[in-house]
């Protein structure tokens, strides 16, 4: 049944990912093709229609082998993580799908985490980063945590502090760091206000509350910009200082892209 | 090479038996259970592992290597039963293969020692401490066991010791832990949950405890043969039917109309995964399994 649910786009760029599917169209970390179908056919309307992403930079994704793709989380609902994968997926040629680093406590969420098994996206823990990193596989992650998601509107764009960890992983993994801007996303659900109480029932790191009060992100324009990729010397056993520089200078990368973003879309604006 | 196997009245512990015989070496066992029809030349020891008899085998027949697979695994021993035999049993033949001149022992474990938690790693290396303790509690004898077995690498350095964490067999025998989930026309799930199980084929675990010997491995191994598949898959491709249920009713039905009984701490065991990473094995043995998941899940179906 879900088969027919799959476009004929999503489906030919299926057969041309490279994860080695077997004769059920799973791959050694439970992935399932099927799963995948149905999600990137529901994903590339959101990603067109919904939002209708931009995408600026695609020519900097690396066609094959390990990358760490980083970048600036939007405050609220992350939509952000799920346009990044849609870009890989939709714009690169071959496509290419990402592994995100997912917050614990959707393991424990029926259904969700069953979702979030299939598709790839796994506990956000750096045995699974470095796993997937060996096995050449693009992986997702957003330095700023669930910090980021906590942003409010009047925080917008604004980049809290960076973790190292992804750094670490680079280097040991001796992998490239994609930085990537992703703008639209905080007027797309401007969040004003955190609903603890309701959060913490639901076991959630927040509970986003748009003047609107319903938490769900309107159809507004995104844009989403790489950058080149980011190679770094080390094997990732540095001094702390040594590993908080390399992270300053993606950070201030990924503020230049999302300035440059921004940018771009107050001239289309004027323009219009 | 003179080998005993401890066990040996187990289904793989069977063939493990007849893979060592065929190759030419001397086996001898010991079990409380019979094998009526073990071939000629494996001689069977009638005894409990922890008793005197079994020491005496040790002591006439000096083994050079034992393979200890004297462990219960089920549940309907009770949890004292299973601390003697499991504890007890694997202290006491890991004496006798000290004190009375084994030059290598081989423990069978398993995979399950290392915990289905949410926020655990998918793949768990060797190096992972085992969570079972704490998410499964019934499974703290066999944690004990193993992490006892572990303990002959530094207490014994003289005796070659491998620690196996072996995945669920599946196979025609229709044995084991996963067999008897799967025995049914129907099995539980916790709706909203799929996990990932890994196992491999009973052909293909006799191999690598075989293998496990002849390299004489020293150390602890994850053991496993093809990829893991999600528990509904499983399911379908062993023609079973599954049956997704609320986590909070569950427990009421298991053991019932049909269901497989599972200890409460088990559930989780249907809402996480336990995946292991056997990749030191394969390169240590050159091991890879002739069964692939779906051969396994087929052979399993129609046997």
Known sequence: MWQRLIDDEVRARLERLDVPFNRYGLDPYGI??????????????VY???????TVGIEHVPLTGRALVVGNHSGGLPVDASMV???LFFECEPPRHAHGMVEKFAQNLPFLSSWFSRLGQLTGLPEHAVRFLEDDRMVMVFPEGARGTGKLYRDRYKLVRFGTGFMR?????????????????????????????????LGTPYFPVPPYLVPVPRPFPCDLWYGPP?????????????????????????????????????QRRARE | MKVLITGIGGGLARQVAMRIHEAGHTV????????????????????????????????????????????????????????????????????????????????????????????????????EPPLAGTTFPDLADLVAADLYAGSALWRFPDLRTAVLRLVYTLGPSHRGTLANFLAGPRVPMVMGFDPLYHFMHEHDAADAIVLALKHRLNGVFNVAGPPPVPLSTLIEATGRKALPLPEFILPRFL??????FLPRGSLNHLKYPVVVDARPFAAATAFTPAFDEVRVMDGFRWS
């Open chain 2, 28 to 127: 001898l066992g010991v079990d409380r259970r019979p094998w009526p029809d073990a071939p000629t030349g494996i001689e069977i020891f009638n005894t409990d592992v922890r008793k005197r008899p079994a020491e005496d085998v040790f002591r006439s027949h000096r083994p050079e290597a034992v393979v200890h697979m004297a462990t219960v695994t089920h549940f309907t021993a009770r949890r004292e039963e299973r601390y003697r035999i499991n504890l007890g049993g694997t202290r006491a033949v890991l004496d006798h293969c000290h004190n009375y001149g084994a030059q290598h022992v081989v423990f069978v474990g398993r995979h399950t020692i290392y915990g289905a938690a949410g926020d655990a790693p998918l793949y768990r290396t060797e190096a």
């Open chain 1, 48 to 54: 067109r229609r919904y939002f209708s992403v931009r």
């Open chain 1, 85 to 87: 994968i849609a870009s």
């Open chain 1, 230 to 266: 980011m190679t770094f010397e080390g094997d990732g056993t540095e001094p702390d200082e040594v590993i908080e520089g390399y992270v300053d200078q993606v950070r201030v990368v990924v503020a230049d892209l999302i300035e440059r973003g921004r940018a771009a879309r107050r």
């Open chain 1, 169 to 201: 992983i680079a280097l040991q993994t001796g992998s490239p760091v994609l930085p990537f801007a992703f703008v639209g996303g905080e007027e797309a659900l401007p969040t004003i206000y955190h609903a603890k109480t309701l959060a913490r029932m």
């Open chain 1, 32 to 45: 399932s093709k099927d799963h995948l179908g149905v999600f990137y056919t529901a994903l590339g309307h």
């Open chain 2, 255 to 260: 053991g019932r109309f049909g269901l497989p």
